[in-house]
């Protein structure tokens, strides 16, 4: 079985990367099976870096991986489970500020008005 699932991971994560999570999964009592395997390859890829993917995995110590819990923006992945979230840049929220500001201003009473005339309509 371990042949196997080597065989499917090894080339694309190379041998000691395959090695490495072989035996993690084994030590979790979780060992990997080839569909397993073929799971957790396509996940990687889907990352767009498996070698990556897959040592991020290794390093938070996850049983298994998905490609939507890491973040693709950026230089590296980030963990959507983290207690602390990604601050945003001075342009970002001078951005959403503008934003919410023109969303009060300006959006609301045209959505007041909207309802008021589907409702007069539905009448």
Request: charged residues 30%.
């Amino acid at each position: 079985m371990t042949k196997e699932v080597m065989d499917i991971l090894s080339p694309t994560l190379g041998e000691d990367l395959a090695k490495d999570i072989i035996a993690h999964r084994k030590g979790l009592k979780c060992p990997l099976t080839a569909r397993g395997a073929r799971a957790l390859l396509k996940q990687y890829e889907l990352t767009g870096n498996p070698v990556a993917a897959a040592e991020y995995q290794l390093n938070m110590g996850w049983r298994g991986f998905s490609h939507e819990w890491v973040n693709k923006k950026g230089s590296g992945f980030h963990d959507p489970h983290n207690p602390m979230p990604r601050q945003q840049s001075r342009e970002e929220y001078i951005r959403d500020a503008i934003r919410r500001n023109n969303d009060d201003w300006e959006g609301s009473s045209d959505r007041r008005v909207n309802n008021l005339i589907k409702l007069a309509v539905a009448k």
